[in-house]
C-alpha cells in the first residue's frame, strides 16, 4: 500500500511545522551571532568565579 496523502490537514501540519521550524532557525542564529559577538568582541570573557585575579582587578583596589 502505497502512502500517500489522505485529507487537507496533512498540508496545513507541514505548514505549521515549517513555521515552527523557521522560528527554531531564527532563534539558534540570533543566539550564535549574539554569542560571535560576545567572544570577538576583544573584551574580558572571564566570569565572577570567587577566585580573585589581578587581570581582573580595577585600578586603584588593593589586592
Known amino acids: 500500500m502505497a502512502i500517500?496523502?489522505?485529507h487537507e490537514l496533512h498540508g496545513r501540519r507541514f505548514?505549521?511545522?515549517l513555521g515552527?521550524?523557521?522560528c527554531l532557525a531564527a532563534f539558534v542564529a540570533l543566539v550564535f551571532g549574539l554569542t560571535l559577538a560576545?567572544?570577538?568582541g576583544?573584551?574580558?570573557t572571564?566570569?565572577?568565579d570567587?577566585?580573585?585575579r589581578p587581570e581582573l582587578?580595577?585600578?586603584g583596589q588593593g589586592g
Do not use: C, D
Open 4 to 6: 500517500t496523502k489522505l
Open 15 to 17: 505548514g505549521r511545522n
Open 20 to 22: 515552527v521550524g523557521l
Open 38 to 40: 560576545k567572544v570577538s
Open 42 to 44: 576583544g573584551g574580558g
Open 46 to 48: 572571564q566570569a565572577f
Open 50 to 52: 570567587h577566585v580573585v
Open 57 to 59: 582587578a580595577q585600578e
